[in-house]
């Protein structure tokens, strides 16, 4: 499933959809993410000041992957 994040609320809501489908508790995801509780809470109410680093560890731990969207004329290398 592919869903569009535009806000760090809308993030927040999808971190914490996919923790309850996969039947976890904020303490749980946040020891396999390798991050603290209270940072996980911030993520879920939608922090705008998260650091993405923490961030990017709790998504890879609830296996959602991000990807962009850019404009035609932006061109990326990969790697």
């Known amino acids: 499933m592919i869903k569009t994040v535009s806000d760090t609320?809308?993030?927040g809501r999808v971190v914490r959809d996919a923790r309850r489908?996969?039947?976890l508790t904020q303490?749980?995801?946040a020891l396999?993410?390798?991050v603290?509780?209270?940072f996980l809470v911030d993520i879920e109410k939608g922090k705008p000041t998260a650091q993405i680093?923490?961030?990017m560890q709790v998504l890879a731990?609830?296996?959602v992957d991000i990807g962009l969207s850019l404009p035609d004329h932006i061109?990326?290398?990969d790697g």
């Open 9 to 11: 609320a809308g993030l």
């Open 21 to 23: 489908a996969l039947g």
């Open 27 to 29: 303490p749980d995801l």
């Open 32 to 34: 396999s993410a390798g």
């Open 36 to 38: 603290g509780v209270r």
């Open 53 to 55: 680093g923490k961030v």
């Open 61 to 63: 731990a609830l296996g």
């Open 75 to 77: 061109k990326v290398t």
